[in-house]
């Protein structure tokens, strides 16, 4: 017996994960719609890391494990490191 699958699945993110995809895809009125409305507190800033390879596959790989992008994952560590 054959099976068809699609090529699209479904994964949780996290309200910070849905937060930046939010702010990539939505407007400023439709993203506080979903989240209400931002202080300026909340902008997030943007940075370049570079990692060696090893690090890099060890990142992805646990992100992937939590079903969290690779930066939520780091903010995470920064948060819980320097409270």
Do not use: C
């Not at 910070?16 to 400023?28: G, I, T």
């Not at 690779?70 to 995470?76: G, L, N, P, S, Y």
Request: hydrophobic residues 35%; without cysteine.
């Amino acid at each position: 017996m054959q099976s068809w699958t699609s090529g699209e699945d479904i994964k949780p993110l996290t309200i910070e994960a849905a937060k930046r995809w939010a702010e990539n895809k939505l407007d400023a009125d439709e993203y506080e719609e979903v989240f209400g409305e931002v202080s300026e507190g909340d902008e997030l800033v943007s940075v370049t890391l570079q990692f060696e390879h090893d690090v890099w596959k060890k990142l992805v790989k646990l992100a992937s494990s939590e079903y969290t992008p690779a930066e939520d994952v780091i903010e995470e560590i920064v948060t819980k490191n320097f409270q």
